[in-house]
């Protein structure tokens, strides 16, 4: 379950947002479920206003919903056990829903 083999089928892109209260080890506890999961952190933004945390990032995983349902569900238990709010979003959804 991860990323499509090369050749066997193009990855699908997504966005991954998370917001809460700033503290150590929410970049590499993100890092480490993606990774998990076969999938590539394609960019990554970060900002810290205050004490508040925010990031997004575009990952690449196997198009596959099951894959996406999994991670999405293992990430979410990762914000959970930090305290941040995680929404993962297919990029093309993303997209669509911001498009003026």
Same mark, same amino acid.
């Given at each position: ?23 150590? &080890?929410?970049?590499?506890? +993100? ?5 998990? $999961?076969?999938?590539?952190? *394609?960019?990554? @933004?970060?900002?810290?206003? &205050?004490?508040?945390?925010? +990031? ?5 995983? $196997?198009?596959?919903?099951? *894959?996406?349902? @999994? ?14 709010q995680t929404v993962l979003q297919r990029e093309d959804v993303f997209q669509y829903m911001y498009k003026i």
């Open positions: 379950m991860g990323l499509a083999p090369e050749g066997k089928g193009n990855p699908m892109r997504c966005v991954l947002s998370v917001l809460g209260k700033d503290r150590p &080890g929410i970049v590499a506890a +993100m890092a480490n479920t993606l990774g998990d $999961a076969g999938a590539n952190i *394609v960019d990554i @933004s970060q900002t810290i206003l &205050g004490d508040i945390f925010s +990031m997004t990032m575009i990952v690449a995983i $196997a198009d596959d919903s099951d *894959v996406f349902n @999994s991670l999405q569900e293992n990430l979410k238990t990762t914000g959970e056990d930090l305290g941040v």
